[in-house]
Structures are given as C-alpha cells and as structure tokens.
DNA sequence: CAAAAGACTTGCACCGACAAAA
DNA sequence: TTTTGTCGGTGCAAGTCTTTTG
C-alpha cells in the first residue's frame, strides 16, 4: 500500500509556457553507434518504438491504481498551482550554454507520439506478506524521508536553469550549435542537462496527437479515470525501511562527522542563497542558460503535503506471528533495532531455500560431423559440442577469437588423440538442425501443453523464490544457478567463446540467518561449499565466476525487495543531496581548470565531463576484458580538439557501446584537454595522473559520500524534473504522456542509452511511408474532386472504375483535412520511431529517475502512475509510491 | 598506498506471451 | 487465422565503489 494516495490532484496549470526555447536539439545520430554487439541470428526481432498506441487500456490486466487518486481528492486543490505557476518562467530559453553544447540541429525531432504504452498493469504484487515473526522491528514509515528533505529542496527552487549539460549524444554531426549564451544568469545549477527542450510538444499539443487511431476521446476522459480499483492490493507490506538509514544513509561507516554535518552545511551553505545571487560566481558552467529561474513554489506548496501517510500503518501489521523462526533472533533483533546505527547489518533474520540448477545434461545423440564423417562424443563432449552448434547462427561465428577459445576448452574434453583434430573441418550442423526442430516442436505445442509445463517449472520453483527476512516475506532475484554455455562476452572480449562450466553445489557459498534451517542441497550427495551467517550482506548465495574465477556472481533479493528499494531510494537521496552543494562544486572545479598542479586541473576537468556529459567514472580495467572506456580512463585518441572549443569524443563505454558527441566547451577546459593530450600517443591514458579512487576521494571531500556516478543520477533526474515541470501543459493524460516520454527520451540520450535498430526497422518504416504514399495519393485525388464539386461536376471514377459519390464541396474539404491530419500524424509516428530506434527508455526509468518524481507528477497532472510504471516498477518503486505531490527533486 | 577482494548497481539482448494488424 | 510488433521479464555481462590485504 502505501498508496494511499490520495493524492490530490490538482490542476494543473502550469505552466505554460515553456515555450520557447528553440532551439536546442537533441539528436542523436548514431547510426554507427553500436558496432559491436553481436547480434543474433536473426530470429528475434524486436523493434520497437513507441507509441504504441492502444495503450493501455486494454491489457488484461486491470490496473491498479496505485497511488492516484482516489476518487475523492479529485477536486483539484488549487494550491498547487500556485507551484506551478512560478515555475514556469517566462524566460528561458534555451539555453545552451556555454557549455552546452548543443547538438546539432536536428531539429527534427518530433515529438512523439502517443503515447506510450505501459499499461496498466498494476497490480503489483501481492505477496504477502504473511511472514510472521517477529522480530521486525521495523520502523514503519517510510516517508520519513520526506521529511528531511523538503525543506530543503523546496527551497530551492527549482529552477531552472539549467545549465546545459551538453547532450551526448552522439551525433554525428560535428558541430552543434550551441548557442551560447551566456546569461544572465541566475544560476541555474540545477539545470540538467539538458534542459532544454524543444518545445515540440508545445506543438504537439496544440496539434494533438491523438487521434490516431480511434479516437478515444481523450485518453482518460479528462477524469482521469481513476483508477479503479483498489490500489492497495498492490503493494504487499513490506517493512518499511528503517528510517534510520535513510537518513543517515550514506556514509557508512563514519557517521558521525559526515553525516551530520552534511546535512547541515547543506542548508546552510548551499542552497538558498546561492541561487539567488550566487550563480555568478559559479562556474562558469553554469551560468548559462536559462535565466530564470523561476519557480519557486516551494513554500507554499510545501503545506500540503500532510496527507499521505496512512496507507502504511495500515499494512503493517503484520510481524508477528508465524511459526518457526528462532527466537533467539527475537531477542537480537530488539537489541539491533535500535540501531539505526548499526552500520552494516543489513538483516536481522534470513530464511531462504537456496537456490536450484538446472537439470543434468540429456545426450541427444544427433552426430555431428568431422570431415564429412558421423563422429561419436562422449555426453559431455556432446553437451559443449551443442552449446557451439546452437550458435551457428549468431555473429559469434563471425569472430575467430571465438571460435579460438571455444577450440581450445572443447579441445581438453576431446583429448589429444580425438579424431577431431581441427575446428574447420568440423560440421555442427545436424545439431543444429535437431536444435532448430526442438523450438520449432516447443512452438507448435498447444497452450494447455504450454500451461502445463510452465506450471510445472512454478512447481519445482516456488520454494525458492521467496526469502523471509526479518519475517517479511520477498521475493528472490536470480535464484537459479546459471546453466553451464559458451562465453558470451560483449565487444571483442577476450574470453568470448570460453566453456562456462556447470556450477555444483560445491561451488556454491549460502548466506543463511543463523537460527534458519540450511537448504538442503538439491543435489543428492553433494552439498554447499560454505554455509556463512553474514548479516552485513545482502546476498543469499554466491559462486565464483567460471570465466574470471576471482569474481562472484551473486544471488540477491529481487528489485521489488525493501532491502533493495531502500537502497534505491538512499542513491536518490544521496543525489538530491549533491543538488545543494552542486554549485560550489560547480565553481571549484571550474576554477580548476587552470589550476597549476596538473593531477589537481585533471581532476576537474574529468569532474566537468562527468557532471557535463554524464560519463561514467572510468575504472581500470585488465587485459583479458573488452577494451572499454569511461571518463578516467578515456585515451588520447578517443578526445578530438576542434578548433576553437570543441571536443568530439569517440569512445566505446560500457558494454562497448559507442559514444560518440561533438560538444562545445568552455575555453579552459578545451584548451586543457589539449595539454593533457600534448607529447602522448592516441593509445595512451589522457588523465595520466588520474583514476577513479582519486577522483572519488577528492569527490568524497566536496560532499559526503559523492562520487562519480552520482553525477549521472542527478542529472538524469534533475532533467527529468524540470522538463515535466516546464513541458508539461494543460491537456489530456495522453499529451502529458508524451511529455513525460519525451524528457524519458531526454534522459536516456543523455545516458547514452542504446539498443540495437531492430532487424524488422527498415521495414517497418517503409510501411509506414508506403502508407503515406497512398494516403497521398487519396489526398490528390480527393482535391481533384473538390476542383469538380465546386465546378459542379461529378467526381471521377475510383480505381476500380466504379462511380464515387457526389460530395458537396464542403464535405470533400472535410476529408481532405481529415486525411491531412492523419497524413501528419502517421509522419509524427514515423519521425518518433525513427528517433527512438536507437534509444532504449527503460535503462533510465529503472536506474536514474527517481521514482518520485514521476509519482509526484502524475499525482499532480492526474495521469494514473500505471501509465508511466509497468507492474514490475510499481513493485520495485513501491517506496516511492506516497510521495507528496510537490515532490520535486 | 596499491592491488585484490568483495558487494552491489547498471545495461543490453533475448525470449515468450499477448496483441494488433494483415 | 496468420503475421507482425509490443512489452514485460529474465539472464547475465559489465560497470562502480568499498573494504581488506599486504
């Protein structure tokens, strides 16, 4: 529950406005981007775009409603608009900043379109949690966290400003406008990244969009349908996160000094005034754009907020009871309790059932062949022999490292002597073939067969797929033990195509509460390497990487876990934190970029490029990895200085996708570069006295418990903030939708969140243009017609020869304008898919958007959260779920 | 202090179920 | 009905960052 919501929902009003900025683009371009990935055979296929139009609605399922509102609140308090308002600013534009980069212009963009899809899902989990046991002490609420906060972020204002972040993107385009600007300023700090944003949806809006497809009058009838349902099923109880971390969160260790004081000097140094005047000093940075600043909001809306709370009592109940459980863990727990301190302990009790593996291999007997001949493999040659033959089709074949590794590890099973004496000469395709008929088989069963196997597989599965810690029941994450396969690293990694070796009970090391029964080992005769008691882990189990022996692969609670929610919501709350000291943050790095000792003036501009273009920090890596970068690791040749203050990056990141981003940057920092770069090969490092645990050390005495990758969940989040504030505008649920994909999309470029075109794309879009080709031709005709009707004469034949009707003029001019909106309708969704099919949404919405943000806003704007959450974010955001409706980041 | 260990977060592809479109 | 396209969920690789070791 926690939903309670109630939220009331106000009106919006807000803000009009935005407007304006023009121009700032965002594009990507990439094309190139991804090169390596493999991809896959061809089967998949995926596209996919969004819009989708239907949304939701239909769906199985019915939705829940989570926090939204219930019926009663409905009457839109006004006060809230008063927030609103303010924001809105007047000012802005664009801003870019100096910084800022803009890209290029593109200006295409469209808006996208409809919205999205997510439907409704909602109901998030039941679960229960039942559980009994005592123990939990557990501090209810969760809001607590609210508490703290608000003052202090409202405060702020919000602001606009933003400095511009450059978007990454890459793009392609080398130049990018930036448009400069050097503003006025106020201080923007805040500013996202991009803040920017085109304004299409103004136009959008206006256009509206919708129709498209049926019409559904508005999308939720202006009322917002609310949901109906209950929200509460939804969340299962769950204990609520202690509150004592929360706040202290962070630090770990050293509380004292840090965490108090942190919090402190926030509001005192930080914030408040600094927006107001301060922004000069800053940075430079910032400066930039957007003026404005604006909103304000804060206090008066800050009242509100009351409200919510409730749901959470409620629900808890709950503890208590059952059954089993050690008592002595009671007594424990009431001592630990307290502790909001307790540093590490992560968990009082913890009952699992170990995890389960897959089933033993079953030879298939199917002969592959070598030079031609049936070879005879022993089962387990068999078994790597068919991982390989399984992947004939993919683009790993392509790669002879892959194949070189795979030789060399099938090779120690075949033996010296074996008649296979070389890769080449061997045929793997009976194997496949078989491989290929078995799905073919598993796709043709009948869905009762297919009901009742998968029933089957739940069967074996349940045991392990709930924990019960500190007597709340939750759900498992990876609970099975990853069958044995072929390597399949991601870019030119090294070791792709090396065996990845069954993992046995002996090999695995379970985390267990000490008064828990151990799971019994699944295997007969065998049993678990190691049975510890470590309550200052999370993890429920581990095993040692086959691949890279010295690292681990761990079995974690599930997403929607309050041990993993709480975590979650402490990284939002640690970058919230860092919105108040990013302003001097801000102001000393840039003043370092002429610092003379050189490690101090590369840890600033590594810092820029961080907090600019949203890098990742960079770790070290070893030579039998993928030779991917990040900010500290970043090499000579992956930096282009373009005069006068360009810098054009090209690198692969993580996961060896492709960042590529042409950005204008401030002098100091360009002209750095340059100097880092002087005398050095390409291949060598461009922060040559730099590496991670510098910079986070250094990060670290700037802001308690900041480090580099919070940076990247400011931003994403702070952008997100502001372009819902500023984009959105009066209308309906759909069109506020599509502002909240689109900053989605904002963010997700700014990440440089990538996914590969899907294999259908292409034709995908030819359809579409097919489509508004004959619409075209529809439209010429019919403008024949009128031309005739006002001439008073019949329309001419249709192309199957027969006879049209005789329309008056005015209705003929109808259709033309209907077929002309749905001309550019279909040209929206053609341009949106375009744009988007390199985009992937979900890696920001699951990792850097604070969840509250969203909440808050549909709270605001009455868009039922289930639109925007899937069932499985509402489960994982489920401490997200009665956040005030003033929220702001 | 640097390297190794260890713990946890982030990120893309795949896959299957379910719809929508043909 | 068949095909095409979405979408949620899973799988597991690949990062980040902290803690421990030597």
């Not at 065996?499 to 295997?523: F, H, M, Q, V």
């Not at 005709?781 to 049209?804: F, H, T």
């Not at 489960?875 to 009665?882: E, Q, R, S």
Request: include cysteine; charge should be positive.
């Amino acid at each position: 529950m926690a939903v309670q919501a109630s939220t009331t929902p106000k009106l919006v009003n807000n803000f009009d406005d935005d407007d304006d900025d023009g121009p700032v683009i965002f594009k990507r371009t990439n094309t190139a981007s991804r090169q390596n990935q493999v991809n896959q055979e061809v089967k998949k296929q995926s596209s996919s775009t969004l819009n989708g139009q239907n949304s939701n609605a239909q769906k199985g399922k019915t939705p829940v409603p989570s926090s939204r509102a219930s019926p009663v609140k409905s009457p839109p308090v006004s006060l809230k608009p008063s927030t609103s308002s303010a924001k809105v600013s007047p000012v802005r534009s664009p801003v870019k900043s100096p910084l800022t980069s803009s890209k290029p212009l593109s200006p295409l963009y469209d808006r996208l379109k409809r919205s999205p899809q997510q439907n409704a899902s909602a109901a998030v989990k039941e679960e229960v949690n039942i559980i009994k046991d005592s123990n939990g002490l557990k501090i209810e609420d969760e809001d607590s966290e609210d508490d703290k906060p608000l003052s202090a972020r409202l405060k702020g204002n919000a602001n606009n400003a933003n400095k511009g972040l450059i978007t990454p993107k890459r793009d392609s385009s080398p130049v990018s406008k930036v448009n400069v600007k050097s503003p006025p300023e106020d201080s923007d700090d805040e500013i996202p990244l991009s803040s920017r944003f085109p304004k299409s949806y103004g136009g959008t809006s206006g256009g509206k969009p919708f129709d498209s497809n049926e019409k559904k009058p508005l999308a939720n009838g202006g009322l917002i349908i609310k949901d109906k349902q209950q929200k509460s099923s939804a969340v299962p109880v769950k204990r609520p996160l202690d509150k004592a971390s929360s706040s202290a969160l962070s630090s770990a260790k050293k509380p004292k000094v840090s965490g108090t004081s942190d919090v402190k000097v926030k509001q005192v140094t930080v914030k408040p005034e600094q927006k107001a005047g301060d922004d000069d000093h800053i940075p430079i940075a910032q400066r930039i754009k957007k003026s404005a600043a604006s909103d304000n909001k804060s206090s008066i809306t800050k009242t509100t907020k009351v409200t919510k709370t409730v749901s959470t009592s409620s629900k808890k109940i709950n503890k208590k009871s059952k059954k089993v459980m050690k008592n002595s863990q009671y007594s424990k727990s009431t001592k630990m309790l307290p502790s909001s301190g307790d540093g590490q302990k992560k968990w009082t009790t913890l009952v699992h059932n170990g995890v389960i593996f897959p089933p033993a291999y079953t030879p298939h007997g199917v002969k592959m062949l070598y030079k031609g001949k049936q070879v005879e493999l022993s089962p387990e040659q068999e078994e790597v022999a068919t991982m390989f033959a399984v992947m004939l089709d993919t683009d790993y074949m392509q790669k002879p490292k892959f194949k070189e590794n795979f030789w060399n590890d099938w090779r120690k099973l075949l033996g010296r002597n074996h008649v296979i004496q070389n890769l080449d000469n061997c045929d793997f395709k009976p194997i496949y073939d078989w491989h290929q008929e078995q799905k073919e088989k598993k796709k043709q069963m009948t869905s009762e067969e297919k009901k009742a196997l998968k029933e089957d597989k739940l069967k074996q599965e349940e045991k392990y797929m709930w924990a019960i810690v500190d007597g709340v029941k939750e759900k498992v994450g990876n609970f099975r033990v990853e069958p044995p396969a072929l390597f399949r690293g991601r870019g030119e990694h090294p070791k792709m195509g090396k065996l990845k070796k069954r993992i046995l009970p002996s090999d695995i090391t379970i985390n267990i509460g000490k008064d828990a029964p151990i799971p019994e080992c699944p295997i007969p005769g065998e049993s678990w390497k190691e049975v510890k008691h470590d309550n200052t882990v999370t993890w429920l189990a581990f095993w040692n990487d086959p691949i890279n022996p010295k690292e681990f692969k761990y079995v974690f609670l599930a997403a929607s876990s309050s041990l993993k929610g709480q975590s979650d919501k402490e990284k939002y709350e640690k970058a919230r934190k860092l919105k108040d000291y990013i302003h001097s943050i801000r102001a000393a790095y840039t003043k370092d970029f002429t610092a003379k000792d050189i490690t101090r003036r590369q840890i600033a501009v590594a810092t820029y490029l961080i907090d600019k273009l949203a890098l990742r920090a960079g770790n070290e890596k070893d030579d039998d990895e993928a030779d991917t970068v990040g900010c500290c690791t970043l090499k000579v040749g992956n930096v282009e200085c373009i005069p006068p203050n360009k810098l054009k990056f090209d690198f692969l990141g993580k996961d060896s996708i492709q960042y590529v981003n042409t950005v204008e940057v401030e002098l100091p920092v360009y002209k750095a570069i340059g100097q880092f770069q002087g005398g050095k090969k390409q291949s060598h490092d461009l922060f040559d006295k730099l590496d991670t645990a510098k910079l986070n050390a250094h990060l670290k005495e700037l802001m308690p418990g900041l480090t580099a990758k919070v940076f990247r969940t400011y931003n994403a989040s702070i952008t997100l903030d502001e372009m819902l504030s500023r984009g959105t505008k009066q209308g309906d649920a759909a069109e506020k939708i599509l502002v909240y994909q689109h900053a989605n999309k904002e963010v997700a470029i700014i990440c440089n969140h990538q996914r590969t075109v899907s294999k259908t794309h292409g034709a995908q879009m030819s359809r579409l243009t097919d489509k508004i080709e004959e619409l075209k031709g529809v439209l010429k005709e019919l403008r024949v017609d009128l031309d005739r009707a006002k001439k008073g004469k019949p329309p001419l034949k249709d192309s199957d020869g027969k006879q049209k009707r005789n329309l008056t003029p005015e209705a003929i001019d109808k259709k033309i304008a209907q077929t002309n909106v749905k001309i550019e309708k279909m040209e929206r969704d053609m341009k949106t898919k375009e744009d988007l099919k390199t985009v992937a949404l979900g890696t920001s919405k699951i990792n850097y958007l604070d969840p509250r943000i969203t909440v808050a806003w549909c709270k605001r704007h009455e868009v039922p959260i289930e639109k925007i959450f899937n069932k499985s974010l509402l489960a994982k955001f489920a401490w997200a779920m009665d956040v005030d409706p003033e929220f702001r980041f």
